[in-house]
Structure formats: C-alpha cells, structure tokens
C-alpha cells in the first residue's frame, strides 16, 4: 500500500513539475523523475504485483511521453527499421 501511494504522489509530482516553465523544454526534470520512478515501479511490482506495476508504466508513460517517443526512435535507429 505504501508503494501505490508514493507511486500516486510521484505522478501528482511529475504534473506539477510539466505545468512549470523550463528553459531546457523540462528534460533536466524528466531525468530527475525517470531516476526516482524505475526504484519506484520495481519496490511498488514487488509490493502489489505486476498489474499495478503496469498501471504506474502505462501513466508514468502519459506524463513522460517525450522521453519515450525518443526512446523508441533511438531504438529504432539502431535496430534499423
């Protein structure tokens, strides 16, 4: 239970730091919250399973959707599709 509530105020937090205006387009802060939330999606998998777990993947992806479409093209690249 208490891995579903840091993982609730971690995405409160992650909202709140995407209304802020930043300089760098916010991905200083993306760093910042992808570094606290993969401990945090394995402690709350651990916790309450992985359904949970795939709930926190799939919101924690709406908040950080930058980084993941830049992910997915570096993958892409690399793998040569």
């Given at each position: 239970?208490?891995?579903?509530?840091?993982?609730?105020?971690?995405?409160?937090?992650?909202?709140?730091?995407?209304?802020?205006?930043?300089k760098?387009?916010?991905?200083?802060?993306?760093?910042?919250?992808?570094?606290?939330?993969?401990?945090?999606?394995?402690?709350?998998?651990?916790?309450?399973?992985?359904?949970?777990g795939l709930?926190?993947?799939?919101?924690?992806?709406?908040?950080?959707?930058w980084?993941?479409r830049?992910?997915?093209?570096?993958?892409?690249?690399?793998?040569?599709?």
């Amino acid at each position: 239970m208490t891995a579903l509530v840091a993982g609730l105020v971690w995405l409160v937090a992650a909202n709140l730091i995407g209304m802020l205006p930043s300089k760098d387009h916010h991905w200083r802060n993306a760093y910042g919250l992808i570094a606290v939330g993969v401990p945090l999606l394995i402690w709350l998998i651990c916790e309450n399973g992985p359904w949970w777990g795939l709930a926190f993947v799939i919101a924690a992806g709406s908040v950080l959707r930058w980084p993941l479409r830049y992910l997915w093209r570096w993958i892409r690249a690399r793998v040569g599709a």
